[in-house]
Protein backbone atom coordinates (compact mmCIF):
# COMPACT_ATOMS: atom_id res chain seq x y z
CA UNK A 1 0.00 0.00 0.00
CA UNK A 2 2.65 2.57 0.61
CA UNK A 3 4.08 1.60 -2.81
CA UNK A 4 0.94 2.65 -4.03
CA UNK A 5 1.20 6.34 -1.85
CA UNK A 6 4.43 6.77 -3.34
CA UNK A 7 3.92 5.99 -7.15
CA UNK A 8 0.77 6.72 -8.18
CA UNK A 9 0.87 10.60 -7.63
CA UNK A 10 4.43 10.04 -9.56
CA UNK A 11 2.90 8.49 -12.27
CA UNK A 12 0.52 10.90 -12.49
CA UNK A 13 2.87 13.83 -12.26
CA UNK A 14 5.47 12.67 -15.57
CA UNK A 15 3.30 13.50 -17.75
CA UNK A 16 3.23 17.22 -16.63
CA UNK A 17 6.95 16.89 -16.30
CA UNK A 18 7.51 15.82 -19.84
CA UNK A 19 5.43 18.73 -21.05
CA UNK A 20 7.22 21.22 -19.18
CA UNK A 21 10.81 19.93 -20.50
CA UNK A 22 9.47 20.12 -24.07
CA UNK A 23 8.29 23.18 -23.62
CA UNK A 24 11.58 24.62 -22.11
CA UNK A 25 13.38 22.46 -25.13
CA UNK A 26 11.10 23.96 -27.66
CA UNK A 27 11.39 27.57 -26.86
CA UNK A 28 15.53 27.50 -26.38
CA UNK A 29 15.92 25.21 -28.99
CA UNK A 30 13.25 25.50 -31.99
CA UNK A 31 11.74 28.79 -31.93
CA UNK A 32 14.94 30.69 -33.12
CA UNK A 33 14.66 28.63 -36.03
CA UNK A 34 11.61 30.38 -36.88
CA UNK A 35 13.39 33.79 -37.26
CA UNK A 36 11.15 35.94 -40.14
CA UNK A 37 8.15 33.91 -38.96
CA UNK A 38 5.31 34.46 -36.72
CA UNK A 39 4.87 31.57 -34.26
CA UNK A 40 1.16 30.26 -34.33
CA UNK A 41 -0.49 29.55 -30.19
CA UNK A 42 -0.26 26.21 -30.96
CA UNK A 43 2.16 24.12 -28.88
CA UNK A 44 2.35 20.58 -30.99
CA UNK A 45 4.69 18.41 -29.38
CA UNK A 46 5.45 14.54 -28.06
CA UNK A 47 7.93 12.46 -26.07
CA UNK A 48 9.10 9.57 -28.35
CA UNK A 49 11.76 7.01 -28.44
CA UNK A 50 13.10 5.25 -31.74
CA UNK A 51 10.93 3.54 -34.04
CA UNK A 52 7.91 5.99 -33.42
CA UNK A 53 5.73 7.31 -35.91
CA UNK A 54 3.55 10.54 -35.04
CA UNK A 55 0.39 11.76 -37.41
CA UNK A 56 -0.41 15.65 -36.98
CA UNK A 57 -3.49 16.91 -39.27
CA UNK A 58 -3.08 20.80 -39.70
CA UNK A 59 -4.82 23.48 -41.49
CA UNK A 60 -3.02 26.41 -43.64
CA UNK A 61 -4.74 29.20 -44.73
CA UNK A 62 -4.60 30.48 -48.36
CA UNK A 63 -2.14 32.85 -49.49
CA UNK A 64 -0.08 32.86 -46.39
CA UNK A 65 3.97 32.08 -46.81
CA UNK A 66 4.41 29.08 -43.90
CA UNK A 67 7.54 27.99 -42.42
CA UNK A 68 6.98 23.90 -40.91
CA UNK A 69 9.73 23.10 -38.31
CA UNK A 70 10.47 19.16 -36.96
CA UNK A 71 12.59 19.67 -34.12
CA UNK A 72 13.70 16.93 -32.56
CA UNK A 73 15.64 16.43 -29.22
CA UNK A 74 19.60 15.25 -30.84
CA UNK A 75 19.53 12.00 -29.18
CA UNK A 76 16.66 10.81 -31.08
CA UNK A 77 18.86 11.31 -34.04
CA UNK A 78 17.89 12.74 -37.24
CA UNK A 79 13.93 12.78 -37.73
CA UNK A 80 12.37 11.61 -41.09
CA UNK A 81 9.09 13.89 -41.95
CA UNK A 82 6.66 14.17 -44.89
CA UNK A 83 4.39 16.02 -45.82
CA UNK A 84 0.86 15.14 -47.24
CA UNK A 85 -2.28 15.88 -48.83
CA UNK A 86 -5.21 14.75 -47.50
CA UNK A 87 -5.38 11.47 -50.25
CA UNK A 88 -2.23 10.92 -48.67
CA UNK A 89 0.15 12.34 -51.88
CA UNK A 90 3.11 12.71 -50.63
CA UNK A 91 3.95 16.96 -50.50
CA UNK A 92 7.34 16.90 -49.58
CA UNK A 93 9.79 14.52 -47.80
CA UNK A 94 13.16 15.74 -45.51
CA UNK A 95 14.92 12.73 -47.00
CA UNK A 96 14.99 15.06 -50.89
CA UNK A 97 16.60 18.26 -48.96
CA UNK A 98 19.88 19.71 -48.13
CA UNK A 99 21.32 18.98 -45.19
CA UNK A 100 20.96 22.31 -43.71
CA UNK A 101 17.12 22.07 -44.34
CA UNK A 102 16.67 18.53 -42.92
CA UNK A 103 14.30 20.01 -40.19
CA UNK A 104 11.99 22.45 -42.49
CA UNK A 105 9.81 23.43 -45.07
CA UNK A 106 9.05 26.52 -46.47
CA UNK A 107 6.01 27.08 -48.69
CA UNK A 108 2.53 29.25 -49.39
CA UNK A 109 -1.03 27.61 -49.92
CA UNK A 110 -3.12 29.17 -52.86
CA UNK A 111 -6.21 27.92 -50.88
CA UNK A 112 -6.98 26.79 -47.66
CA UNK A 113 -6.19 22.91 -47.15
CA UNK A 114 -5.42 20.77 -44.18
CA UNK A 115 -1.98 18.72 -44.30
CA UNK A 116 -0.94 15.83 -42.63
CA UNK A 117 2.90 15.86 -41.07
CA UNK A 118 4.21 12.42 -40.66
CA UNK A 119 7.32 12.28 -38.25
CA UNK A 120 9.00 9.15 -37.81
CA UNK A 121 11.91 8.67 -35.14
CA UNK A 122 14.71 6.40 -37.17
CA UNK A 123 15.46 2.98 -34.85
CA UNK A 124 18.61 2.95 -32.71
CA UNK A 125 21.70 1.49 -34.18
CA UNK A 126 22.76 1.24 -30.51
CA UNK A 127 22.54 -2.94 -29.55
CA UNK A 128 22.44 -1.46 -25.35
CA UNK A 129 19.00 -2.09 -24.04
CA UNK A 130 18.69 1.65 -22.94
CA UNK A 131 16.03 3.55 -24.75
CA UNK A 132 16.17 7.19 -25.47
CA UNK A 133 13.43 9.20 -25.13
CA UNK A 134 13.65 12.87 -26.32
CA UNK A 135 11.08 15.80 -27.48
CA UNK A 136 10.16 16.37 -31.06
CA UNK A 137 8.13 19.51 -31.73
CA UNK A 138 6.13 20.59 -34.32
CA UNK A 139 6.08 24.33 -35.26
CA UNK A 140 4.35 26.58 -37.48
CA UNK A 141 5.47 30.03 -38.54
CA UNK A 142 4.12 32.58 -41.20
CA UNK A 143 3.96 35.95 -42.69
CA UNK A 144 1.18 37.25 -45.06
CA UNK A 145 1.88 36.45 -48.77
Do not use: W
Not at 66 to 81: K, M, N, S
Amino acid sequence: MKFLKIILPLALLLPFAASSQCRSFTKKKCLPELEGYVQNDNFNSAVLIPGDEAELLLTFYANKEYRLLICGHPVLGDLDFEVLDTDEEVIFSNKDAQPERKNMFDFKVASTQQLIVRIRVPESSSSTTLIHEGCVSVMIGSKEG
